[in-house]
């Protein structure tokens, strides 16, 4: 399953973000997600719910932020959002599109006691 090795992934560097500053409880991570990674918020939050119970990370919050899949034209320079199965530029038609945002997968932030 996807997001439950996202999750794992995640609370690693969550793990060890805590450890390096010393912090023992979790209150909440604040993650960033792409519309082209294809994960299910619902799914990701159940896996984080349930990678947690019984650990001392247990009852942290997570926030996710979508963030929609964008590009730029390399011909004219437009910004636009990329719609599913089409990636032609909207004002001159250009296919050369250098994707903006839409495929990261980011932790932005930890919150922790
Ligand atoms: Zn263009």
Redesign the pocket.
């Not at 011909?75 to 437009?78: D, W």
């Given at each position: 399953m996807h997001e439950l090795s996202i999750t794992r992934s995640m609370l690693e560097v969550v793990a060890r973000e805590m450890k390096k500053s010393g912090v023992k409880r979790l209150k909440k991570v604040s993650i960033r997600v792409g519309e082209l990674t294809a994960v299910e918020p619902d799914a990701l939050r159940f896996c984080f719910d349930e990678s947690i119970k019984g650990t001392p990370l247990e009852g942290a919050a997570l926030d996710i932020e979508n963030v929609p899949l964008s590009g730029k034209?390399d011909?004219?320079?437009?910004e636009f959002r990329i719609e599913a199965f089409s990636n032609a530029?909207p004002?001159?038609?250009?296919n050369d599109i250098e994707r903006t945002a839409g495929t990261e997968l980011d932790i932005i932030s930890i919150e922790a006691v």
């Open positions: 034209c011909r004219c320079g437009t530029c004002k001159c038609g250009g």
